[in-house]
């Protein structure tokens, strides 16, 4: 059975940090490119940052460069989002997902809370 279980959202200040993790099972983890994505309220979901099957390469939306990093640990099956200096822009849904192009595959977590606010 495929799962993806997020966690580390929660409630923090502006300014303030939060490391949320995706902890997969049921597939071969390691060939999967990951990728988080968001959802605020009334707004379509959004890439926030990716990372490939290796972790050679990653990529981010304009909107968390140098604040948010995304890194893999592929004998853990764990893909992780760091972000830093929050605002309250980032208030959303962090989805977790695996894509596998070569197999058209395409995993979705059920979803983390992050609040930014005072």
């Known amino acids: 059975q495929v799962q993806l279980v997020e966690s580390g959202g929660g409630l923090v200040q502006p300014g303030g940090s939060l490391r949320l993790s995706c902890l997969a099972s049921?597939?071969?983890?390691?060939?999967?490119?990951m990728t988080w994505y968001r959802q605020a309220p009334g707004k379509e979901r959004e890439l926030v940052a990716g990372?490939?099957?290796?972790?050679?390469?990653?990529n981010y939306a304009d909107s968390v460069k140098g604040r948010f990093t995304i890194s893999r640990d592929n004998a853990k099956n764990t893909v992780t989002l760091q972000m830093n200096s929050l605002k309250p822009e980032d208030t959303a849904v962090y989805y977790c997902?695996?894509?596998?192009?070569?197999?058209?595959?395409?995993?979705w977590g059920q979803g983390t809370q992050v609040t930014v606010s005072s």
């Open positions: 997902n695996a894509y596998l192009r070569a197999a058209a595959r395409n995993y």
């Open positions: 049921g597939f071969t983890f390691r060939v999967y490119a």
């Open positions: 990372i490939t099957s290796t972790g050679s390469s990653t």
